[in-house]
């Protein structure tokens, strides 16, 4: 490539070939007599110089093109588990500020859906990384699916059980005998841990009646239900962004009761970031890991510290909901991430282990999955570079917003 863009050096026939010039034996160089022979003789020097200044720009070219070879960026896929929005604000700042590219690598950012599982497009190699809740990972393992947590983003679980305040519902106990919503496809077992522990059997219609519920709050808002279940950066917000029809204002935080499983003691970890033990096995693979994660994580650091542009950045992705719910959602997933610790990314073990238990308690695996389900030594490695980069990993001081709502969340 660099000889058709530097030009073609053999063409020159003054003097032998470029190459001749760093043989190791080169021939003595001719003799020339005066006269006519003088001037041949500059004339043979002009070409020997003309040729030592070719062959250098030559190899200047050639190294240029190295440099661009070893500049290319690595391609990688990160398998999201649900649609545009706030909740992913991190990973797209980190690609829209260039954050990725800076470490080397060409994200792609692959939406998810209800029919996208993000673990079997990782075991297919259709993604290097994905995201997902710590329980469903932890389903596909006992599968035998290989796949290991390497960064823990959120801290804590965001799942709540809502309900009007004039209900009487104000724990677990008070669903009893009540229509109880929840999505299903693994977000139940908080919830239906939680009723066991209250000696409630979700699977008993005279104990309590569980309602398969859409990814909204209109049963609720309808009457249809007398508690659903909600994500505090979401489906919670959807209630404050409908009109309370007693007022014709907007419903209010004291309108709403809430049991949050955090409390309870059966919340679960969501969020994190896995790969297949695999693929982290390959060569050069870990070192890609760190500086995918080193990215992402930054992109959460400049998220928690410039939310507006963040808000911005995502809202240029064209998500469904609008500018105020999307400015809630953030904040409200900067709470499950900061502050951290020990770092962002890094495993709480208590956590964890109450998460194992739930699944375990949840029939959602059979038995504890090993010590290899999860590994910090990637994120600790991109938490140094970040921290030897200036940047505050942990949050400690971060405060959230005061967020306030607009009508179906415009």
């Not at 604000?89 to 060409?106: I, N, R």
């Not at 070192?287 to 939310?307: E, T």
């Not at 991430?337 to 059979?366: F, H, K, N, R, Y």
């Amino acid at each position: 490539m660099w000889l058709a863009t530097c030009g073609n050096l053999s063409k020159l026939s003054c003097v032998p070939a470029a190459s001749s010039l760093l043989d190791p034996h080169p021939k003595p160089l001719p003799h020339f007599g005066g006269g006519a022979s003088q001037r041949a003789h500059h004339h043979w020097w002009a070409c020997f110089l003309s040729r030592c200044a070719l062959l250098l720009f030559g190899l200047a070219c050639l190294t240029s093109f190295s440099a661009a070879q070893d500049d290319e960026l690595i391609p990688l896929r990160f398998q999201l588990h649900w649609v545009t929005q706030a909740e992913f604000a991190g990973y797209y700042a980190a690609v829209d500020l260039g954050f990725y590219e800076e470490e080397g690598l060409d994200v792609s950012l692959l939406d998810g859906s209800v029919e996208i599982v993000p673990q079997q497009l990782v075991l297919a190699g259709a993604a290097e990384f994905g995201l997902g809740w710590v329980p469903r990972v932890l389903e596909s393992n006992e599968h035998g699916a290989g796949l290991v947590n390497i960064a823990q983003v959120s801290q804590r679980s965001a799942t709540l059980e809502v309900a009007f305040v004039h209900s009487g519902i104000e724990t677990v106990e008070d669903l009893r005998g009540r229509r109880v919503g929840t999505w299903g496809f693994g977000n139940e077992h908080e919830l239906f841990v939680a009723l066991r522990a209250a000696g409630i059997n979700p699977d008993n219609p005279d104990d309590v009646t569980i309602v398969q519920q859409g990814f909204d709050m209109s049963l609720l808002l309808n009457g249809e239900v007398d508690a659903a279940q909600a994500m505090t950066y979401n489906e919670y917000a959807q209630v404050l962004e409908a009109v309370n029809p007693d007022t014709g204002e907007l419903y209010q935080p004291e309108d709403l009761s809430v049991i949050d499983f955090n409390d309870v003691g059966t919340a679960m970890l969501p969020d994190h970031i896995f790969a297949s033990r695999e693929w982290l096995t390959g060569a050069g693979n870990a070192d890609l890991a760190i500086a995918f994660l080193k990215a992402s994580f930054r992109g959460w650091v400049y998220c928690r510290d410039q939310p507006d542009d963040c808000v911005e950045i995502v809202l240029e992705r064209g998500p469904t909901l609008g500018e105020s719910h999307q400015r809630w959602q953030l904040n409200e997933v900067n709470k499950l991430i900061w502050p951290s610790p020990a770092g962002i990314g890094i495993m709480d073990e208590e956590l964890w282990a109450q998460t194992v238990a739930v699944a375990l308690e949840g029939l959602v695996i059979s038995e504890a999955p090993g010590m290899d389900a999860y590994r910090t030594d990637l994120a600790a490695a991109a938490i140094e570079l970040l921290v030897a980069d200036g940047y505050d990993v942990t949050g400690e001081s971060w405060e959230p917003l005061e967020v306030k709502l607009r009508l179906g969340g415009e």
